[in-house]
């Protein structure tokens, strides 16, 4: 069972910048590919950004388009998530997750709360 642990979340005001990372517990962890997703309170889990492990192909919500990067570091199985110019909106639990093929999420990590004040 491949664990993922999510770190990085926190408080910060609007326009400020995080820097989310997820590290899979897996030696030989090798998905096809990583991806993030965020779900605010009351709200369905929504997807953020994604990156394939092998190419790092990247593909973003319209939502977080030019101010979000998704990364990874194969030899540290650690996937980032630099955050700019942070809006109230982006306030969510941003979750990681791993999949096997382009469209599946078999492991999910439990989450990092991300909070943006106006």
């Known amino acids: 069972q491949v664990q993922l642990l999510e770190s990085g979340g926190g408080l910060v005001q609007a326009g400020g910048s995080l820097r989310l990372s997820c590290v899979a517990s897996?030696?030989?962890?090798?998905?096809?590919?990583m991806a993030w997703f965020r779900q605010a309170p009351d709200k369905e889990r929504e997807f953020v950004a994604s990156?394939?492990?092998?190419?790092?192909?990247?593909y973003y919500a319209d939502s977080v388009k030019g101010r979000f990067t998704i990364s990874r570091d194969n030899a540290k199985n650690t996937m980032y998530l630099q955050m700019n110019s942070l809006k109230p909106e982006d306030t969510a639990v941003y979750y990681c997750?791993?999949?096997?093929?382009?469209?599946?999420?078999?492991?999910w990590g439990q989450g990092t709360q991300v909070t943006v004040s106006p």
């Open positions: 990156i394939t492990w092998s190419s790092g192909s990247t």
């Open positions: 897996e030696r030989t962890f090798s998905p096809y590919r």
């Open positions: 997750a791993a999949g096997s093929a382009v469209y599946r999420n078999d492991y």
